[in-house]
């Protein structure tokens, strides 16, 4: 859990390449689901956004229910749009970061809690 948070606290400093790193770690202890999240955007935005993109539908295979699939399955729509589509060209979304700062202190606020 420990490299799940500190995936998401170096995504938001945007951090790019530690968040990538600290996510797969965490897949790789067995925690998917948030890491794989972190993971999508820190690849797209070190310019991988193939790699993004499918770490992002791995996520909603392994959780279709989800309550933020309708918005991962929104910014993979918006990835795969041509970049003259109005669309930043490192494929950065606002609204993955918004969405990805809710899961972040939805995950602070569990823990302080236990």
């Known amino acids: 859990?420990?490299?799940?948070?500190?995936?998401?606290a170096y995504l938001k400093q945007k951090k790019?390449?530690?968040?990538?790193?600290?996510?797969e770690l965490a897949i790789e202890k067995g925690g998917a689901g948030s890491a794989r999240l972190v993971?999508?955007?820190?690849?797209?935005?070190v310019g991988q956004k193939k790699e993004g993109i499918?770490?992002?539908?791995?996520?909603?295979?392994?959780?279709?229910?989800?309550?933020?699939?309708?918005?991962?399955?929104?910014?993979?729509?918006?990835?795969?749009?041509?970049?003259a589509m109005g669309r930043p060209a490192n494929g950065s979304s606002?609204?993955?970061?918004?969405?990805?700062?809710?899961i972040l202190f939805s995950r602070l606020l569990r823990c302080r809690s236990r």
């Not at 770490?55 to 918006?78: H, R, T």
């Not at 606002?94 to 700062?101: D, G, H, I, T």
């Open 54 to 83: 499918e770490a992002l539908k791995v996520y909603l295979k392994d959780s279709p229910k989800s309550p933020f699939a309708q918005q991962v399955g929104n910014l993979i729509a918006e990835l795969e749009l041509p970049d």
């Open 39 to 45: 993971l999508g955007q820190a690849l797209v935005d």
């Open 16 to 23: 790019y390449e530690q968040a990538r790193q600290q996510a």
């Open 1 to 8: 859990m420990a490299h799940d948070l500190l995936a998401g």
């Open 94 to 102: 606002v609204a993955a970061v918004r969405w990805w700062e809710w």
